[in-house]
């Protein structure tokens, strides 16, 4: 074992339990964001895409979207998927402008999910 690694998991085992998964849960993010790190196996998932209903609200286009698209990472969407959740509920933006902007940010995260496996 290395010397680092040692040093870790001697930080790691002095935290509380609740700290501890904190810290899983950021190694867990870095690893998430350092595509050299991300070895993805085998072929790409394809979406499932799901017909858009004509009268969709934004929560049912988030929940279609995310069943079109399972392959995605959730953390990543979660952040930009509030945001115009929010401007939607808080601003009184339309629902139907918000669910374009939605399907854009689902199908360009869909693009980066495919650069892993050197697909375009």
């Given at each position: 074992m290395k010397k680092t690694e040692k040093q870790f998991l001697k930080l790691f085992s002095s935290l509380s339990e609740s700290d501890q998964q904190a810290l899983i849960r950021f190694?867990?993010?870095?690893?998430?964001?350092?595509?050299?790190?991300?070895?993805?196996?085998?072929?790409?998932?394809?979406?499932?895409?799901?017909?858009?209903?004509?009268?969709?609200?934004?929560i049912k286009a988030i929940k279609r979207l995310s069943?079109?698209?399972?392959?995605?990472?959730?953390e990543i969407l979660f952040h930009q998927t509030s945001s115009l959740m929010t401007q939607h509920i808080m601003q009184g933006r339309d629902p139907k402008e918000v669910i374009d902007e939605l399907?854009?940010?689902?199908?360009?995260?869909?693009e980066n999910y495919l650069r892993k496996f050197d697909i375009n």
């Open positions: 190694a867990e993010f870095l690893n998430q964001t350092e595509p050299s790190r991300q070895q993805p196996l085998g072929k790409p998932e394809q979406p499932g895409l799901i017909h858009r209903p004509e009268d969709e609200s934004v069943g079109s698209y399972p392959m995605l990472e959730k399907e854009e940010i689902f199908k360009k995260q869909y």
